[in-house]
DNA sequence: ACAAAACCTACCCAATTGGGTAGGTTTTTG
DNA sequence: CAAAAACCTACCCAATTGGGTAGGTTTTGT
């Protein structure tokens, strides 16, 4: 039994070349070629399809659009996206919504089918350049800006909802205590507010 | 001229067993075999290598922390974790420290050498497993707390920073009006302060 | 058309927070 | 050692926030 491919591309020629290339294999074959993802959505339970080839640039719904749609019915859909786009909104844009891959439209045949054959077994094909960007996306580089140990636990006890009160009594220290690290965490942090402060050491990685 | 690879792995056998593969290859050579990080960082100038092979599990300092130091004076250095180590935990912490990919130990020859060209043309070499969990990462599952429309911006606001009567400008309403929002949103958060709020809020995917 | 939900406003009071000054001790570092 | 930095406490006042009640309009769904 061949697993069922959906592909989702408005460019005719290129999809009727991945069909082509994927229909050739002995483990694969496309049961669908739609042009938009309105058709494909329709479509879902009649096709049957556990792998999606999705363009992300499509008339109507877009591919990150659809790609939250098909995995609501199907969650456990395995979504490729095939994509000239590489930015890293879009990339995690699709990622977010619940791609298992994403590949670029510069690929070869035998990548094409490889990446079906790793989203089958449930891995999470990717070309060089998107893995790297994903990677990276970890890599949060430290913050310039320098808190005090004091100052930390202050701000880690605020992020997690204590009211001066509160903190004052985990650290064993007076509440005025705990103002004056926060006023000089504001200044630090150059905002006004507690919510600010903790979100700004958040972004920065500081807690 | 071949790129230089240091290893840092304390079972022995195996770490002869990868400098003997790697020095098979015309592209890369092995200039040093640490079975600790401390050695490796100590001799970082003198052996000069682009590339690392770093174990985890190692006495002393551990290949995380390692990681980091190692790109503290070589941020440029491409760190490949070669380890036994599979649950999230450890491989998110390696990726933050500046792991540039992330291999278990399983690997065959032919991909160690993959890995360490993937690595030096600025990719991720990662295994198949590794690869899904970094994307599985991304898919945040929706929450099942539901806000509508009007709270949500409230919130979104007050994430950014704004007071009340602030954000009551922002959206031509009465700040009488925003505390009524936010009273609500505390009870469907089950929270009641604004930080708590925003916290959860952004925990839940909900702003 | 009706009910339910969402949205809006106002008022009150208690509690918390922000920002300031003024001073003290302990620890780190040149 | 002396200076600097971090840490701690107290007090004051203005502003903001939390929590409550009580009512209104608009939108949504059946």
Do not use: W
Not at 26 to 38: G, K, L, P, S
Not at 143 to 153: D, F, P
Request: aromatic share 6%; charged share 25%; hydrophobic share 45%.
């Amino acid at each position: 039994m061949k697993h069922k491919v959906v592909i989702v591309e408005d460019n005719i020629p290129l999809s009727e070349a991945f069909a082509e290339v994927i229909d050739f294999t002995n483990d694969f074959e496309v049961v669908a070629i739609y042009d938009n993802c309105e058709d494909a959505i329709k479509n879902l339970r009649k096709d049957c399809a556990k792998l999606f080839l999705m363009d992300i640039e499509l008339p109507g719904i877009n591919g990150v659009e659809g790609t939250k749609q098909i995995k609501k019915v199907f969650p456990k859909a395995n979504i490729i996206m095939v994509t000239v786009y590489e930015n890293s909104e879009v990339v995690f844009d699709a990622l977010c919504a619940g791609a298992s891959g994403y590949l670029t439209k510069n690929l070869k045949p035998e990548e094409l089918v490889d990446a079906l054959k790793v989203s089958i077994s449930g891995g999470a094909p990717m070309s060089i350049k998107i893995a790297k960007m994903v990677v990276s996306s970890f890599q949060k580089k430290p913050s310039k800006i320098e808190l005090s140990k004091r100052e930390k636990e202050v701000l880690v006890l605020l992020s997690e909802g204590n009211s001066y009160d509160s903190i004052a009594e985990k650290l064993f220290i007076s509440k005025n205590t705990i103002k004056f690290h926060l006023k000089n965490i504001y200044i630090k942090l150059q905002v006004n507010s507690n919510i600010e402060a903790v979100q700004k050491a958040n972004k920065e990685n500081l807690i």
